[in-house]
């Protein structure tokens, strides 16, 4: 089944204890994207990857790290985290086609974060 | 500055009735544009992209508009179920490498 999965779905941190969220998708997508969900803000992008190694900030990247190293995979890293990086996290991945066009996202379930 | 604006308040609407959102956007000169489906703790799920020199798109019972002069994209459901019960998102491409996303609408149709 072509799907996005993120682990864990659920955590409870502390503030400044490092995590890291993972994302793989199984659909040889090239494009990749991580967004935070605050209530009233809608979807706000992090980080996007065009490719393995490339990788990009997208509107809000303070307080988070990305990598892609394989196709795969876009973990999303916060080294320090701090009680206003409370959020719901998705993943997202797509084909592209073109320069500048994209197909449709498939999103990951999300993760509900909580830092204390 | 950079705007997508889409209705805050919940439309309510009754079984069999065609569903209405809009996404109004400021500043933004997009090639084309996206609407998805949220469910309640769910990602969301790709419904239709429109692209700028396409005026309508249409499938099965949901219609999408864009309107590069009024800078408007409106999108439909028509007979509209209780199963179309959802948050509507519309995003907007950025940039050639960036999706922005409206805060979306939240639908209730009531049987």
């Known amino acids: 089944e072509a799907q996005v999965t993120q682990n864990p779905r659920y955590l409870i941190t502390v503030t400044g204890k490092k995590l890291t969220v993972t994302c793989s998708q199984n659909?040889?997508?090239?494009?990749m994207s991580w967004y935070r969900q605050d209530p009233g803000l809608g979807l706000r992008q992090i980080y996007y990857?065009?490719?393995?190694?490339?990788?990009d900030k997208g509107d809000v990247p303070e307080g988070y790290k990305v990598s892609r190293k394989e196709k795969r995979n876009f973990p999303l890293i916060l080294e320090s985290p701090s009680p206003n990086q409370t959020s719901l996290y998705f993943c997202a991945s797509s084909l592209r086609y073109g320069q500048g066009a994209f197909r449709e996202q498939f999103f990951g379930p999300g993760t509900r974060l909580t830092v204390l | 500055s950079q705007k997508i604006e889409q209705n805050s308040e919940a439309l309510n609407i009754q079984e069999g009735k065609t569903a209405t959102l809009t996404c109004n956007y400021t500043n933004y000169s997009p090639a084309y544009l996206q609407w998805y489906r949220q469910d309640p703790g769910r990602g969301p799920v790709f419904l239709l992209l429109i692209r700028e020199n396409e005026k309508e798109k249409r499938k099965e019972r949901l219609k999408v508009t864009f309107d590069t002069t009024l800078k408007q994209s409106l999108f439909h459901i028509t007979a509209s179920q209780p199963a179309d019960s959802a948050t509507y998102l519309c995003a907007l491409e950025k940039d050639g490498n960036k999706l922005v996303f409206g805060a979306g609408t939240i639908l209730r149709v009531k049987s």
């Open positions: 659909m040889n997508h090239e494009y």
């Open positions: 990857s065009m490719n393995v190694e490339v990788t």
